[in-house]
């Protein structure tokens, strides 16, 4: 596992990461590369970017806050592991790359955290947010700020400023120009409302608290919804709801709702380690990476699920940088149109999954 292991790390490293510190989403399987507008012609990339004329550069930055979050925290537990002082130096120039976005995203609103479209030059520019990149880069944010010194100031900052942005728009917003997304609709987001309304309240005083009471109804639905099976959602689900409580809330259905979604997230891997999403075909993907960095979380709320050793099983599965693909190329052809490039990209999160799971499962002496 160590050479996999150095190979994830020193492809983040050189080929991932941008100047400033954040991970760039969705590289050119073919070329390792940023794809560019050339390559891109053969896809419809319209629900995604509409009319923008750079959709390549779009694409570099698509998800790039939820990397450059799971990438931040990967190096926090590997400094926690090992005392390596480079982990520290990489997990903070890109913790100071998120805040950096957030400052840009300042010159719309505060609380205002943009898809860094084009980077953090030119991210003031972009339209376009998601519960996604905030959940993990509260995650990453919250998780360093006992280390971060005179930016815990920042962090405090910005997670109040979030919760005023949000609690403006009655946790509402718009998702890709189209769509009116809540916790009701879409209920990952729970990953991003729950936590935020209670570190908020943890710094600002009990008016953010009271806001829980919004998102009452959204966590009895996905309590109750076996359909919410999607690796990415279970991610920001678990780990988000695992913040709230570490933070001090106390709703027992939080740890309820844990073992549920790592149940049904359980339910699409098989004894190999290999991932499937779960649809009428189920497709191999390589995002069960991310389920198995909630492993030790989840052994917390539930031992008898022996997620731990699932994570291995998937770590062990997922050694190579071509396996690293949201769908495998095979399955391409069964994807519709405007989503095939998927499988023609190297997936980032599924690389910044499988290290967040690897030092996780170090710190808790579940690997040596």
């Known amino acids: 596992m160590k050479n996999t292991l150095d ?5 983040i490293q050189g080929h991932m990461l ?7 989403s969705f590289l050119c399987a073919r070329t390792l590369a940023p794809w560019t507008h050339d390559d891109l012609q053969v896809y419809d990339l319209t629900d995604f970017f509409q009319n923008a004329p750079d959709k390549g550069g779009c694409l570099s930055y698509e998800n790039s806050l939820m990397a450059t979050g799971e990438w931040t925290c990967s190096q926090l537990a590997r400094h926690a592991v090992t005392g390596d002082a480079e982990a520290m130096r990489v997990a903070r120039q890109s913790a100071r790359a998120i805040l950096a976005v957030a400052e840009e995203g300042r010159h719309y609103m505060p609380g205002y955290l943009p898809k860094p479209f084009g980077g953090v030059a030119h991210c003031r520019d972009s339209h376009e947010i998601s519960p996604d990149q905030y959940a993990r880069s509260l995650l990453a944010l919250q998780t360093w700020k006992p280390l971060a010194g005179s930016d815990a100031v920042a962090i405090d900052r910005l997670i ?17 120009h189209r769509t009116i997304l809540t916790a009701e609709t879409h209920q990952h987001a729970l990953g991003l409302f729950v936590p935020l309304c209670v570190l908020a309240g943890n710094i600002a005083g009990p008016r953010y608290h009271a806001q829980l009471k919004t998102f009452d109804h959204a966590i009895d639905l996905a309590l109750d919804n076996d359909s919410l099976h999607n690796f990415n959602m279970l991610t920001l689900l678990i780990d988000g709801l695992h913040l709230a409580l570490t933070a001090g809330h106390d709703d027992p259905r939080l740890g309820e709702l844990i073992v549920r979604l790592w149940k049904r997230g359980a339910a699409c891997v098989d ?8 649809t ?11 389920l198995a960095s909630l492993a030790t979380i989840v052994d917390r709320y539930d031992r008898a699920l022996e997620a731990p050793a699932m994570a291995i099983r998937i770590l062990r599965h997922y050694r190579g940088l071509d396996q690293m ?10 994807v519709r149109q405007h989503l095939q490039w998927l499988g023609h990209s190297i997936d980032d999160t599924s690389i910044t999954g499988w290290l967040l799971a690897y030092w996780r499962l170090r710190a808790a002496g579940e690997l040596i």
């Open 18 to 24: 941008d100047s400033d510190g954040l991970c760039r």
């Open 7 to 11: 190979a994830f790390q020193g492809f």
């Open 271 to 278: 004894e190999t380690g290999r991932g499937f999403e779960h």
């Open 280 to 290: 009428d075909k189920p497709r191999v993907t390589s995002q069960a990476t991310r």
């Open 160 to 176: 109040v400023d979030a919760a005023d942005f949000f609690i403006a728009r009655k946790w509402r917003h718009a998702y890709r």
């Open 325 to 334: 693909r949201h769908y495998q190329p095979e399955d391409v052809a069964t």
